[in-house]
């Protein structure tokens, strides 16, 4: 797949606000032909499914910074997990925001 494909909702549910809100920072940021509604909170962001490559990825990681004060690390261990999908990355940014 690539960066034109989007995944409908997952089967768990509809996209919460803060993911909605996370997604259209990701389609804002990468100016992504994809509307932030029509991205899978389950599917994979990096790679398969939404189609981000480690550039995209430190783009995002910038845009999370700037916008939530949360630092994310090139040489975290657990980045393939927080990046997995939208989902996990939401819930780390929620977990660790600056409040």
């Known amino acids: 797949m690539n960066k034109l494909t989007a995944h409908a909702a997952p089967e768990s549910g509809a996209m ?3 993911e909605a809100e996370l997604a259209q920072l990701i389609v804002t940021t990468l ?3 994809v509307k932030a509604a029509e991205i ?10 939404l189609g981000l490559d480690s550039i995209d990825i430190l ?5 999370i910074s700037k916008t939530y004060g949360l630092k994310l690390r090139s040489d975290d261990g657990d980045n393939r997990k927080i990046f997995a999908s939208l989902h996990s990355l939401n819930q780390h940014i929620q977990q660790h925001r600056a409040k």
């Open 59 to 63: 783009e995002v990681a910038l845009a």
């Open 31 to 33: 100016n992504l032909d």
């Open 40 to 49: 899978n909170p389950g599917a994979p962001l990096y790679g398969e499914g």
């Open 16 to 18: 919460t606000a803060p």
